[in-house]
Nanobody, 123 residues
Protein backbone atom coordinates (compact mmCIF):
# COMPACT_ATOMS: atom_id res chain seq x y z
CA UNK A 1 0.00 0.00 0.00
CA UNK A 2 1.19 3.48 -0.85
CA UNK A 3 0.01 6.64 0.86
CA UNK A 4 0.69 10.36 1.17
CA UNK A 5 0.72 12.06 4.56
CA UNK A 6 0.65 15.83 4.81
CA UNK A 7 1.64 18.16 7.61
CA UNK A 8 2.25 21.83 8.27
CA UNK A 9 -1.06 23.60 7.90
CA UNK A 10 -2.42 26.05 10.45
CA UNK A 11 -3.49 29.59 11.21
CA UNK A 12 -1.27 32.50 10.22
CA UNK A 13 -1.67 36.25 9.88
CA UNK A 14 -1.57 37.92 6.50
CA UNK A 15 2.02 38.45 5.43
CA UNK A 16 3.19 35.41 7.33
CA UNK A 17 4.69 32.14 6.18
CA UNK A 18 3.96 28.43 6.41
CA UNK A 19 5.68 25.33 5.12
CA UNK A 20 3.71 22.27 4.06
CA UNK A 21 5.22 18.80 3.79
CA UNK A 22 3.95 15.66 2.12
CA UNK A 23 5.69 12.32 2.56
CA UNK A 24 5.01 9.27 0.46
CA UNK A 25 5.43 5.83 1.97
CA UNK A 26 4.87 2.21 1.05
CA UNK A 27 5.94 0.00 -1.83
CA UNK A 28 7.29 2.76 -4.04
CA UNK A 29 9.33 2.04 -7.11
CA UNK A 30 9.44 5.59 -8.44
CA UNK A 31 7.76 8.93 -7.74
CA UNK A 32 7.15 10.88 -10.89
CA UNK A 33 5.40 14.28 -10.77
CA UNK A 34 4.27 15.74 -7.46
CA UNK A 35 2.16 18.77 -6.75
CA UNK A 36 0.02 20.81 -4.43
CA UNK A 37 -3.62 21.70 -5.02
CA UNK A 38 -6.00 23.72 -2.91
CA UNK A 39 -9.73 24.04 -2.50
CA UNK A 40 -11.36 27.04 -0.91
CA UNK A 41 -14.95 26.93 0.39
CA UNK A 42 -17.39 27.01 -2.49
CA UNK A 43 -14.66 26.79 -5.11
CA UNK A 44 -13.19 24.08 -7.28
CA UNK A 45 -9.90 22.44 -6.48
CA UNK A 46 -7.06 24.20 -8.30
CA UNK A 47 -3.41 23.50 -8.98
CA UNK A 48 -1.08 25.60 -6.87
CA UNK A 49 2.32 24.23 -7.88
CA UNK A 50 3.84 21.17 -9.51
CA UNK A 51 7.29 19.64 -9.75
CA UNK A 52 8.56 16.91 -12.05
CA UNK A 53 10.98 14.14 -11.14
CA UNK A 54 13.69 16.22 -12.76
CA UNK A 55 12.90 19.28 -10.69
CA UNK A 56 11.04 21.39 -13.24
CA UNK A 57 8.38 23.50 -11.56
CA UNK A 58 5.22 25.35 -12.49
CA UNK A 59 2.98 27.65 -10.46
CA UNK A 60 -0.44 29.18 -10.54
CA UNK A 61 -0.21 32.86 -11.44
CA UNK A 62 -1.76 33.78 -8.10
CA UNK A 63 1.17 32.33 -6.12
CA UNK A 64 4.14 33.07 -8.37
CA UNK A 65 6.89 34.83 -6.47
CA UNK A 66 5.37 33.92 -3.10
CA UNK A 67 5.28 30.10 -3.03
CA UNK A 68 8.10 27.66 -3.71
CA UNK A 69 7.70 23.95 -4.35
CA UNK A 70 10.60 21.57 -3.79
CA UNK A 71 11.18 17.87 -3.29
CA UNK A 72 13.62 15.59 -1.50
CA UNK A 73 13.75 12.40 -3.52
CA UNK A 74 15.73 10.57 -0.84
CA UNK A 75 12.88 11.19 1.61
CA UNK A 76 10.05 10.78 -0.91
CA UNK A 77 8.82 14.17 0.26
CA UNK A 78 7.51 17.29 -1.42
CA UNK A 79 7.37 20.70 0.24
CA UNK A 80 5.48 23.92 -0.32
CA UNK A 81 7.04 27.04 1.17
CA UNK A 82 4.40 29.76 1.35
CA UNK A 83 5.44 33.35 2.00
CA UNK A 84 3.58 36.66 2.01
CA UNK A 85 0.36 34.80 2.65
CA UNK A 86 -2.93 36.52 1.87
CA UNK A 87 -6.45 35.84 3.17
CA UNK A 88 -7.35 34.55 -0.29
CA UNK A 89 -4.81 31.75 0.17
CA UNK A 90 -7.12 30.26 2.80
CA UNK A 91 -8.04 26.75 1.68
CA UNK A 92 -7.54 23.06 2.25
CA UNK A 93 -4.26 22.13 0.60
CA UNK A 94 -3.87 18.68 -0.94
CA UNK A 95 -0.72 16.90 -1.97
CA UNK A 96 -0.84 14.93 -5.21
CA UNK A 97 1.65 12.43 -6.61
CA UNK A 98 2.05 10.24 -9.64
CA UNK A 99 3.72 7.09 -8.31
CA UNK A 100 4.87 3.84 -9.80
CA UNK A 101 4.18 1.30 -7.07
CA UNK A 102 5.88 -2.02 -6.68
CA UNK A 103 2.95 -4.40 -6.47
CA UNK A 104 4.50 -7.77 -7.05
CA UNK A 105 4.71 -9.47 -9.39
CA UNK A 106 4.37 -6.26 -11.40
CA UNK A 107 4.33 -2.48 -11.15
CA UNK A 108 1.35 -0.17 -11.25
CA UNK A 109 1.00 3.57 -11.85
CA UNK A 110 -1.07 5.30 -9.21
CA UNK A 111 -2.32 8.85 -8.75
CA UNK A 112 -2.57 9.52 -5.03
CA UNK A 113 -3.95 12.35 -2.91
CA UNK A 114 -3.10 13.35 0.61
CA UNK A 115 -5.75 13.81 3.27
CA UNK A 116 -5.61 17.59 3.03
CA UNK A 117 -4.35 20.19 5.48
CA UNK A 118 -6.15 23.42 6.32
CA UNK A 119 -4.37 26.73 5.85
CA UNK A 120 -6.15 29.75 7.29
CA UNK A 121 -4.81 33.25 6.71
CA UNK A 122 -6.33 35.98 8.86
CA UNK A 123 -6.46 39.60 7.80
Amino acid sequence: QVQLVESGGGLVQAGGSLRLSCAASGSIFRINAMGWYRQAPGKQRELVAGITSGGNTNYADSVKGRFTISRDNAKNTVYLEMNSLKPEDTAVYYCNADITARLLPSYRNLELWGQGTLVTVSS
